[in-house]
């Protein structure tokens, strides 16, 4: 479904994402967590609170271990930039200066098209407590800000590292998602199979009565078959619907299946021509 | 910068929420965070495990509190959906069956036309330890899953509903990013703010003797204005570049500005045109 899938491992070649002196090794943790969901592995900390390795981390980041065995500690938020051609810095709060405001969408798409030729970009997330300051910012090339609710703007440092990066991911293919899965395939099934039901289904109705008077069959069938197009049936519903058609048509309460029911009873039509058993047709 | 926006209260006309027994409160306390976060309301619980109230939900739910005040509880699955006209069932996992598979930005587009229509829609959010059985998806018209890393595929559940919440504000106006607050505007300067400019800048330079030999100039004159012309500076850019070249023309180390330096010697350009102190001309 999605468009021109390339191949994914779990690792994109993203975004670094950078810590600037986080407080909790919770929420370093939780950030591990939401990169590994969307396949980012650059993370990076800027004197983060209360030292490095962090137990609190560690025990947080529960299979995501991986992210954090990389993790790279700065001194300084400009070493921590060093090899970065673009970068943005993530905050609620509207800023003076001279930078534009993005919203994630945009800046994935910036940093995706840096990517693609080959650059190295990064996101900045700031403390906990209170963001980045403004000397921190400037260091950045684009502010993104998220469309939150402005009366509840209020996202946690993972939440801001989950959307980001699921905005990112979301670039890979350029607008198609990239699902973990596909769902069945609907298309619609040939104009012969939806007949084939049409004919059964009108047979089955025809001997019991269903038709009348009988001047007003052309209408009913017309309005019959109306219903049943409408959905665009595909080649498995359609054998399911059949099986249903032909177990209403077949048996009975008395008379249910497998207890000696008439199955090879000649005024029955024959099975639906599909040689598969219908699914659900237990 | 955004399109139609819509004038957006913190409260949307949106999807319901519905958990199917929730174990933890912290995660129904941060379940409603996230709904707050972009606008939702909407929150129901289906027999929740540990009963409700639940004081942990509360102490989580810091400042989503109306959410929690809102919440109702319904013994089945199917009480909840009652008036619901489109559900769709978040899972991490492929299922067999007949449902549609889509990705957060589809279910999304198409709760918006329902709510757009006056319809009530949800989405439905399963335990945090094995998710929604087989019955339970059956009552949703479509699943919904995100586009993740499948070797690391598991979001909790207030990650899944932060995602989907996003995505359902981000529908409300169109493909636009309804964002808090916007950056400047960076519309590129009228051409003779630009030429104003390079006059100065040239005037500077051909003073000090930069332009030689004298049949080069043309070339770096042509460079320097190629250099300059392409970022494509807004008014306020140009205003506090030209105070730059003002500040570095007029004064110097020895003779700083404010300590009697000759800001009026004749053989000095005008100050620039605008009436207004330059940005950054401190």
Do not use: C
Not at 139 to 167: G, H, K, R
Not at 251 to 277: H, I, T, V, Y
């Amino acid at each position: 479904m999605a468009g021109t899938n390339r191949n994914f491992d779990g690792i994109e070649e993203g975004p670094a994402v950078i810590l600037v002196e986080p407080q909790l090794g919770e929420n370093i943790g939780m950030v591990a967590r939401a990169m590994a969901n969307f396949g980012l592995i650059d993370l990076r900390l800027v004197a983060p609170r209360d030292g490095w390795p962090n137990q609190k981390a560690k025990a947080t980041a529960s299979g995501a271990g991986y992210v954090l065995e990389r993790v790279r500690v700065f001194e300084t938020l400009a070493e921590a930039l060093s090899d970065l051609t673009y970068v943005v810095a993530t905050t609620a709060r509207q800023r003076d200066g001279f930078k534009r405001v993005l919203g994630p969408v945009e800046a994935s798409a910036n940093m995706r098209a840096r990517t693609d030729a080959g650059q190295s970009v990064g996101i900045l997330f700031g403390r906990e407590r209170f963001g980045l300051d403004n000397a921190e910012i400037s260091l950045a090339d684009d502010i993104v800000t998220f469309p939150v609710n402005p009366a509840y703007a209020s996202l946690n440092i993972a939440q801001a590292v989950l959307l980001m990066a699921y905005e990112f991911l979301k670039t890979r293919d350029g607008q198609a998602e990239t699902l973990p899965f596909a769902g069945p395939d609907f298309a619609p099934a040939p104009r012969a199979e939806l007949v084939g039901m049409f004919d059964q289904l009108e047979t089955a109705l025809d001997v019991r009565g269903y038709f009348r008077p009988p001047e007003r069959k052309p209408a009913q069938v017309d309005n019959l078959r109306a219903v049943l197009s409408r959905p665009g049936f595909s080649t498995e519903e359609i054998r399911l619907l059949r099986g249903v058609i032909s177990s209403l048509d077949r048996f009975s309460p008395a008379r249910p299946r497998g207890e000696g029911s008439p199955q090879d009873d000649p005024r029955r039509r024959p099975a639906p021509p599909s040689g598969k058993k219908a699914a659900g047709d237990g």
